[in-house]
């Protein structure tokens, strides 16, 4: 039972449950010496310049953070300073308001901190434009809005200074997390029965889709604060670390034997179990792991796994002189038993790393991170302005909800019908898929806040009791945003209808018209992403799958071309595992999207088949990085063969110039008896067949895309 300390501390490093602490301690600032000072409107206004700050705030160092901070609090100064000088000359204003949507979504294209800042900018001036009617002079909004957003981000800037690297410990914990729940998943594969390992398949891609993403971020987080010619231990400490989970999240995605068979040849052994038990051990060993991380704590590995597997590989000795295992069996076996102790050894690691103090000597000198490469601006000015990309579509199909938004608000004379605009803001998405789950939490979230918000202003009518309730809806909003977005809304609706209640001078019940506003705005956000260039993902399944093929063929040259007295972990050798599970994932996820969509069942069905296909040679790919310096290796016409086949399909379906008719890739007969000898035939016979697939379905995807074009 953890203590209390313990309990407070962990609460104290949860990344969401901080991030809303902060939050509200820049309120219950604002808001309590408004309420001092008898200026509770001006307070609350105060209060949403606040909200719409943290929700375009970006993780970086000090530094750029400041910078950042300044070119924000400009544009939140311009943008709401244009909102008041033009609200009131509609002709103009409607004009000025689609065009600047446009732009402010194009921005996102300059990396995530334009993007937020875009979206931030939006926020605050629709912000503006719901309180204009209740703003006593010019200069009242400009100022409260950009001030409380000031305010926050000079709070968030001191605890930075003062925990400069705490950002990157919550993002780090996750990527263990989410590995502990990979292994977890992994693991029923050794005690489900067949029937079962579909939907356990289809889990463990989402498990996998969270763990590329997050190791993903918390490489951009690693690259925004390293520096040439400047040593951190600390900063050295978490770099190893994110290695570290890097290499076990390939030893967890690799696959030596097929689940089936293994289920079959080893009906009834206790060899099975022994298999899933320690897999299980070793997914909450790395929980345990992210949360020593988390809280700063040094991480135990403890002896038990290392028990285990000493039982484990007698157990297996033990079962074979039973029951005389084949050499097909008993080699993939042995090296799935060495992969597990590969990942306890990197645990054990984990274990000096996070000792304190941190040792002189971290063994991350000379390590660097793949860095993107910085496009010229004209090249990324004629990506942008293309109708085919993703964020020249997002920004028509706003600016048109908008549009068409500020029409109804003029036309119908809505002094408050900026909601409407607020909502498609929240709910119009770059995807399909994305807005309609957005559509039905948004609606569900806002109706169920609006039926709380009636017996909670009857209840509650005093200031003191509403602003006690507005600062816990703004609490609990920031730490279900990121993880349940309908708590998220239902919470924020209840803030913004109190935050209403108490900075204006209207009192009467506003519920059933923000009610109606958020219908309005759902609704327009719904017919812009079906009918304005509907981003159908399965548009994009011919490049994606080009995409992943040539990725896995680089992921491939790349364990071909390891030397035994190369550095495992190289530099390039990381970037092309990245590659192959970054296209790993949006396979994945397209598959996802398309489940949603208007598609016939047999573009499902072949999404499916490519996804689950690429991801069991991406599988068998890892099996080959991981064993790659223990003599595991395909002799180099193998490889050729496999890459030639994947690059051809790449290339005709990047090009769109038709796959040829090729014959399928001959599997290897009996070559050699050594184990690593009996592994890697067993994976190039494997991966022929997937790759055979792989090219048939490239072929029927590429005849379907070019029968039916896309609109």
């Known amino acids: 039972m953890p203590s209390f300390s313990q309990w407070l501390r962990r609460?104290?490093?949860?990344?969401?449950?901080?991030?809303?602490?902060?939050?509200?301690?820049?309120?219950?600032?604002?808001?309590?010496?408004?309420?001092?000072?008898?200026?509770?409107?001006?307070?609350?206004?105060?209060?949403?310049?606040?909200?719409?700050?943290?929700?375009?705030?970006?993780?970086?160092?000090?530094?750029?953070?400041?910078?950042?901070?300044?070119?924000?609090?400009?544009?939140?100064?311009?943008a709401v300073t244009g909102v008041t000088v033009l609200i009131d000359i509609p002709w103009l204003f409607g004009p000025v308001l689609v065009l600047s949507t446009f732009c402010l979504i194009l921005a996102g294209a300059w990396g995530q901190a334009a993007g937020k800042l875009g979206f931030g900018t939006l926020l605050v001036s629709i912000y503006a434009m719901q309180g204009h009617i209740d703003s006593p002079h010019f200069w009242y909004q400009p100022l409260l809005l950009t001030a409380g957003a000031a305010w926050y981000g000079i709070l968030s800037w001191l605890i930075l200074v003062l925990l400069p690297y705490k950002p990157?410990?919550?993002?780090?914990?996750?990527?263990?997390?989410?590995?502990?729940?990979?292994?977890?998943?992994?693991?029923?594969?050794?005690?489900?029965?067949?029937?079962?390992?579909?939907?356990?398949?289809?889990?463990?891609?989402?498990?996998?889709?969270?763990?590329?993403?997050?190791?993903?971020?918390?490489?951009?987080?690693?690259?925004?604060?390293?520096?040439?010619?400047?040593?951190?231990?600390?900063?050295?400490?978490?770099?190893?670390?994110?290695l570290l989970v890097q290499s076990m999240h390939e030893q967890a995605a690799s696959s030596h034997y097929s689940y089936r068979q293994l289920n079959h040849a080893l009906s009834q052994a206790e060899v099975l179990t022994g298999y899933q038990v320690l897999l299980a051990e070793?997914?909450?060993?790395?929980?345990?792991?992210?949360?020593?991380?988390?809280?700063?704590?040094?991480?135990?590995?403890?002896?038990?796994?290392?028990?285990?597997?000493?039982?484990?590989?007698?157990?297996?000795?033990?079962?074979?002189?039973?029951?005389?295992?084949?050499?097909?069996?008993?080699?993939?076996?042995?090296?799935?038993?060495?992969?597990?102790?590969?990942?306890?050894?990197?645990?054990?690691?984990?274990?000096?790393?996070?000792?304190?103090?941190?040792?002189?000597?971290?063994?991350?000198?000379?390590?660097?991170?793949?860095?993107?490469?910085?496009?010229?601006?004209?090249?990324?000015?004629?990506?942008?302005?293309?109708?085919?990309?993703?964020?020249?579509?997002?920004?028509?199909?706003?600016?048109v909800c908008f549009a068409l938004g500020y029409a109804m608000?003029?036309?119908?004379?809505?002094?408050?019908?900026?909601?409407?605009?607020?909502?498609?803001?929240?709910?119009?998405?770059?995807?399909?898929?994305?807005?309609r789950q957005r559509l039905s939490e948004r609606t569900l979230g806002t109706l169920a806040g609006i039926v709380a918000a009636l017996p909670l202003l009857w209840l509650f009518p005093s200031v003191e009791s509403q602003l006690v309730i507005l600062l816990v809806c703004a609490f609990v909003f920031f730490t279900q945003v990121r993880v349940h977005y309908s708590w998220a809304v239902f919470f924020i609706t209840l803030f913004v209808l109190l935050a209403f209640n108490l900075q204006g001078t209207e009192r009467a019940p506003v519920l059933l018209p923000r009610l109606l506003d958020t219908l309005a705005g759902c609704a327009l956000a719904y017919l812009a992403v079906w009918y304005i260039w509907p981003d159908w993902q399965?548009?994009?399944?011919?490049?994606?799958?080009?995409?992943?093929?040539?990725?896995?063929?680089?992921?491939?040259?790349?364990?071909?071309?390891?030397?035994?007295?190369?550095?495992?972990?190289?530099?390039?050798?990381?970037?092309?595992?990245?590659?192959?599970?970054?296209?790993?994932?949006?396979?994945?996820?397209?598959?996802?999207?398309?489940?949603?969509?208007?598609?016939?069942?047999?573009?499902?069905?072949?999404?499916?088949?490519?996804?689950?296909?690429?991801?069991?040679?991406?599988?068998?790919?890892?099996?080959?990085?991981?064993?790659?310096?223990?003599g595991l290796i395909l002799p180099p016409r193998f490889v050729d063969e496999l890459n030639g086949r994947l690059c051809a399909a790449a290339d005709a379906l990047a090009n769109k110039s038709g796959l040829l008719k090729q014959p399928p890739l001959p599997v290897i007969a009996t070559e050699g008896e050594q184990e690593q000898d009996i592994l890697a035939r067993q994976l190039h016979n494997n991966m022929v067949l997937l790759v055979n697939d792989l090219y048939q379905l490239a072929e029927s995807v590429e005849q379907d895309a070019q029968a039916h074009q896309p609109g």
Not at 208 to 233: P, S
Not at 287 to 302: E, F, N, V, W
Not at 544 to 566: F, Q, T, V
């Open 11 to 78: 609460i104290f490093t949860d990344s969401h449950f901080f991030f809303a602490l902060k939050v509200m301690l820049a309120m219950a600032s604002l808001l309590l010496g408004g309420w001092w000072l008898e200026q509770v409107p001006a307070a609350v206004t105060l209060s949403l310049g606040a909200m719409a700050g943290a929700l375009s705030e970006i993780d970086h160092r000090p530094g750029p953070r400041l910078a950042q901070l300044a070119v924000g609090l400009i544009c939140f100064f311009g």
């Open 538 to 630: 399965r548009r994009h399944l011919p490049q994606l799958l080009a995409g992943a093929m040539r990725a896995n063929a680089g992921y491939l040259n790349a364990i071909s071309r390891h030397s035994p007295g190369e550095h495992k972990e190289s530099l390039p050798y990381r970037i092309a595992r990245k590659q192959a599970h970054l296209a790993d994932n949006k396979l994945a996820q397209a598959w996802q999207n398309i489940r949603v969509e208007p598609v016939s069942r047999h573009w499902l069905n072949a999404c499916f088949e490519i996804a689950y296909r690429n991801h069991a040679l991406l599988s068998y790919l890892s099996t080959l990085g991981v064993h790659r310096d223990q």
């Open 168 to 242: 990157v410990h919550e993002q780090l914990a996750q990527c263990y997390f989410a590995l502990s729940r990979y292994l977890l998943a992994k693991s029923r594969f050794f005690d489900s029965p067949d029937e079962l390992h579909q939907g356990l398949r289809h889990q463990l891609a989402q498990l996998n889709i969270q763990l590329v993403n997050n190791l993903e971020l918390t490489k951009q987080m690693l690259n925004r604060r390293l520096r040439k010619n400047k040593e951190d231990a600390e900063l050295a400490r978490l770099l190893d670390l994110y």
């Open 409 to 435: 608000i003029t036309a119908f004379e809505l002094e408050r019908g900026y909601w409407i605009l607020l909502t498609s803001l929240f709910v119009c998405q770059p995807s399909f898929s994305a807005t």
């Open 282 to 399: 070793l997914g909450e060993a790395c929980y345990r792991l992210g949360l020593a991380i988390l809280t700063h704590r040094p991480y135990d590995a403890g002896k038990r796994i290392g028990w285990e597997l000493s039982a484990l590989r007698d157990q297996l000795d033990y079962s074979h002189l039973r029951r005389h295992y084949s050499a097909e069996l008993m080699s993939p076996l042995r090296f799935l038993t060495r992969n597990m102790a590969h990942v306890h050894q990197a645990l054990l690691q984990a274990q000096a790393l996070t000792a304190r103090p941190p040792a002189a000597d971290t063994g991350s000198a000379g390590i660097e991170l793949a860095r993107p490469e910085q496009q010229p601006l004209g090249e990324r000015l004629r990506a942008l302005l293309n109708p085919d990309a993703i964020l020249f579509r997002h920004g028509v199909r706003l600016s």
